[in-house]
């Protein structure tokens, strides 16, 4: 294909995902639609080098050092400190996930599997991506279809354990307000943990930021390549001990906080929509290789890893929701957000405020308490944990 016909089909492909994404509410994810077209296309015809031929890959490979390190500038240490509690279950998830899998799942769908399974499934597509470029350098191709397509079906397991759970919790909420059980402290938005700018007072930075007029994309995209660049200079003086892509998010949070990088920062560049559809590009771009077979062979290591990972995140995330005063739906359902983030974690709460709630009271009541705790979980699984999983797990392939 010519590469406007070639992007052209990408992004109409991609925006049919967006579509039915938006009409199940999630349901069917944009990932999930959108493989499944690429995969009948591939086997009837469609080129296997679209994404080539659309200048995507080597864009999405391009473009993975300035994400992580724009993930980086999402998270703000203030927002995590109020949620400090949820951060440490989230975490301790993560760590379910890859030690249940390590240790469990090795023996049973095999170490290569078991060590691939863990990031993807702790988070989402950036980790698939490190985890299947690690397998295709040592030639493990079949591994590299296994980590994307992890990715594709994880939602149809942890979206329908996060909804029950979570309607048990709002019911349980509800049940106390209307008991009278609940103090008014409670319902109060003491954690909150996304709150807008606007509501807050400006914090004083290391670096004050620069004038509107000097924040254009191109100071923007500069400066979040230094950091990058940075991240992989300080990598590579480690000798890979530390891996780079987890230096870049480390870096971006401090680049954040000190003031050097804006939140947000690809967003306000103006370049974050079209590094996404690079990044797609990348994961997707090992659907090429799946072929019938492949996916029959896969079928067994794809439900295992799966459902060992949701057993860890339950045995995790009950543990130390019980040490932190957290009821067991609660702290099971931040660790599950693991599965499918944001913006399921945001769609899914609202659903089940508007499900239970009877009263705008109610809804309140369960909004207050359920939704910062869903949106930092979904947040510190996918940005931060997964990453840094991966970061350690590519080593072990």
Known sequence: MSSLVALTVVCSIFAVGDFVSAKTKSILSMMFVSSVILLVGFWVGLPETIF??????????????????HMGTLLSLEDLKKQWKTVV???GAVVGIGVFLFFVGTPIIGRDYA????????????????????????GLEIIAVF????????????????????????????????????????KALEEVAIASDEEKEPKKKLIPPLPKELQTNYVL????????MLG??????TNGILNANVLCLILGIIGREIGFLEENIMVKANSFGLAIVGLMAVAFGNLAMATPQMLRSLIWPLIASLVLGL?????????????LGYSKEMAISIGVSALFGFPGTYILTNEVVNAV????????????EVLPKMLVAGFVTVTISSVILAGFMVNLI
């Not at 057993?311 to 009950?318: E, H, K, P, R, T």
Request: hydrophobic letters at 50%; charged letters at 20%; proline letters at 2%.
């Open 52 to 69: 080539q031929d659309a200048g995507l890959t080597g864009l999405g490979s391009l473009m993975i050092a300035f994400l992580i390190t």
């Open 89 to 91: 279950i989230a975490v």
């Open 115 to 138: 060590v691939s399974a863990a990031p993807p499934i702790s988070g989402g597509i950036v980790a698939a991506i490190i985890m299947g470029d690690a397998a295709k350098a040592k």
């Open 147 to 186: 980590t994307t397509l992890l990715v594709v079906i994880q939602g149809f397991f942890g979206l329908p354990v996060a909804s029950l759970l979570l309607n048990k919790e709002a019911k349980r909420l509800v049940n106390n307000y209307r008991n009278n059980q609940m103090e008014k402290e409670s």
């Open 221 to 228: 995209l500069a400066k979040i390549g230094l950091v990058a």
């Open 232 to 237: 992989f200079k300080l990598a590579e003086l």
């Open 311 to 323: 057993i860890g995140i339950f045995i995790f995330s009950s543990i130390l929701g019980k040490l």
């Open 357 to 368: 709630g009877e009263t705008d009271d109610e809804k309140k009541i369960i909004s207050d």
